[in-house]
Nanobody, 123 residues
Framework: VQLQASGGGSVQAGGSLRLSCAASGLTFSSIAMGWFRQAPGQEREFVAV????????RYADSVKGRVTISRDNAENTMYLQMNSLEPEDTAVYYCAAGRTSYVRTMMKDFNFWGQGTLVTVSS
């Protein structure tokens, strides 16, 4: 299983980024996918998750209304559109494959992880 996250970069506060996660080696269309992030000196935290079909999703309160998770099962790819970025969003963002098809928000519910992509937001 490989999860390749990309799309990170440096932006100013208020800017936007779109992260992508390309998956291979798993039945992408049958499992939930999620994004987590880890800021320097902090624990990894949940950001967003989407179910197998893309119909159901859930967001952390800290990003709700500013980010949108989506997926393209035909392309085995998941996305995270991030708008109105804040310096507090600065972190390494990791994509993860869920153990089931359904929305879950805890790290233990994900069994494969990508390498992470760095997002830096300056004020």
């Amino acid at each position: 299983v490989q999860l390749q996250a990309s799309g990170g970069g440096s932006v100013q506060a208020g800017g936007s980024l779109r992260l992508s996660c390309a998956a291979s080696g798993l039945t992408f269309s049958s499992i939930a996918m999620g994004w987590f992030r880890q800021a320097p000196g902090q624990e990894r935290e949940f950001v967003a998750v989407i179910n197998w079909s893309g119909v159901s999703s859930r967001y952390a309160d800290s990003v709700k209304g500013r980010v949108t998770i989506s997926r393209d099962n035909a392309e085995n790819t998941m996305y995270l559109q991030m708008n109105s970025l804040e310096p507090e969003d600065t972190a390494v963002y990791y994509c993860a494959a869920g153990r089931t098809s359904y929305v879950r928000t805890m790290m233990k519910d994900f069994n494969f992880w990508g390498q992470g992509t760095l997002v830096t937001v300056s004020s």
